[in-house]
């Protein structure tokens, strides 16, 4: 079987995490949206259709226009029934649910030409009508299934603890069951893991430091950190190669974004190469316990979420300043400096210098320097298609 991921027209949904990325490159659970359904499906030939300014940045794929290409929506997640059904289609068949198209199987010459053409035509499928299956369809689904994933993605990964790991005999493991911990990984002394609610997954090569309290279901990735003394709870996902401190609820960070410091955050989702600075603080609750509500990004109107619990969105590039205090349902592009020590907006464009009394454009080149420092201290390239990346986003922020 080959795959190609697409995306329909509600990914702006997702901005400004999908500025920079794919929606099947979005992070819930343990693995990517693409990871999830390569381990459901059972294969590693997968391509993607990309928008224009992601097409130097992200592998679009290839595929065998002789073979027939499963074609998957990306804001879809697998469900058993879903990938029983994607399996039974046929060439020329589709899934439909309230208008929106789920799954294809289209021949390989048509999904070659689609791909190269950059655009998708399921007119001509033969649709077949199906039930609503998980899918993520507003920025806050992406912490409120964050729980529920992790569990699905242990289900889809089926791994089990390796031998070759550092377990301080002073680790305190609660339901030892329902704890993985993978290869590489170590876990200092005086870390309680609590797995009676919910599952943990430790990935490969990843620290837990000493002292720290992890409470699942939580997935701590390849190659993080867990900070000394940190307390970790329910529902939270630390992506590839992160370090992460102090108090944290409910949140998701892509790879490469550091909170290494004390301070709170919950119920909200971090990029990649993000860093909060020591004491950064995030309201996720209203102090009159109502509905919060958010700046959309492309109409910049504000929209409610029906969510008592909401933190901050936050871009690729985004970083604040000691001491910094984020209002609850805050939205941060790609690129921004949080300097202020009131509360900055609460929404705040792509490339913004926020100050205490004055909010500056941040200067492309400036921006370009910190991003190579900061992905060279990872081994990362940062590539001119990603420095093109960086400008078209500037040039189309307001």
């Known amino acids: 079987m080959q795959l190609c991921f697409f995306e329909d027209h509600k990914f702006t949904n997702f901005h400004p995490l999908t ?4 929606v099947d490159d979005l992070r819930i659970g343990i693995l990517t949206i693409s990871k999830k359904w390569i381990h459901a499906l059972g294969t590693s030939n997968y391509c993607r259709m990309l928008r224009p300014n992601l097409n130097e940045v992200f592998d679009s794929g290839s595929l065998d226009p002789t073979q027939n290409c499963t074609w998957i929506n990306s804001r879809y997640l697998p469900a058993e029934e879903l990938i029983t059904q994607i399996n039974d289609l046929n060439e020329g068949q589709c899934l439909l649910h309230d208008d929106t198209i789920i799954a294809a199987k289209v021949n390989g010459s048509d999904s070659d030409r689609w791909l190269k053409d950059g655009s998708a035509d399921f007119k001509n499928q033969f649709v077949l009508e199906t039930a609503d299956y998980p899918s993520i369809d507003k920025l806050w689904d992406l912490f409120l299934c964050n729980g529920d994933q992790i569990c699905r993605d242990l289900r889809l990964i089926r791994p089990e603890s390796k031998s070759n790991t550092h377990i301080s005999e002073d680790a305190t493991l609660e339901n030892p069951d329902e704890i993985y911990i993978q290869e ?6 005086g870390c309680v893991l609590n797995a009676e609610d919910g599952p943990i997954y430790i990935g490969k090569n990843a620290t837990i430091m000493a002292g720290s309290y992890i409470r699942g279901p939580v997935a701590i990735c390849e190659g993080s950190f867990i900070k000394m003394g940190a307390k970790i709870y329910s ?3 630390v992506g590839p190669v992160c370090k992460v401190g102090g108090e944290v609820s409910n949140t998701i960070f892509h790879s490469y974004s550091n909170k290494a410091h004390d301070g709170y955050i919950g119920n909200s989702v971090v990029g990649q190469w993000c860093n909060f600075g020591a004491g950064t603080t995030v309201s996720n609750l209203k102090t009159n316990y109502g509905p919060i509500r958010i700046t959309d ?9 029906n969510q008592q619990f909401f933190g901050v969105v936050m871009g690729d590039h985004t970083k604040t ?3 910094c205090v984020i209002n609850s349902g805050s939205i941060f592009g790609v690129n921004c400096n949080i300097l202020s020590r009131d509360f900055p907006p609460k929404f705040v464009d792509s490339f913004s210098w926020v100050g205490s009394n004055v909010i500056q454009r941040y200067k492309l080149e400036k921006a370009y320097e910190v991003i190579e420092k900061m992905m060279a201290r990872r081994n990362v390239t940062f590539t001119d298609s990603y420095a093109q990346l960086m400008k078209h986003l500037f040039e189309q922020s307001r």
């Open 19 to 22: 500025l920079t990325r794919p």
């Open 321 to 323: 300043a000691i001491n």
């Open 184 to 189: 590489g990984a170590t876990i200092e002394a």
């Open 297 to 305: 990004w492309d109409s910049r109107s504000e929209i409610t979420t």
């Open 235 to 237: 529902d939270t996902t």
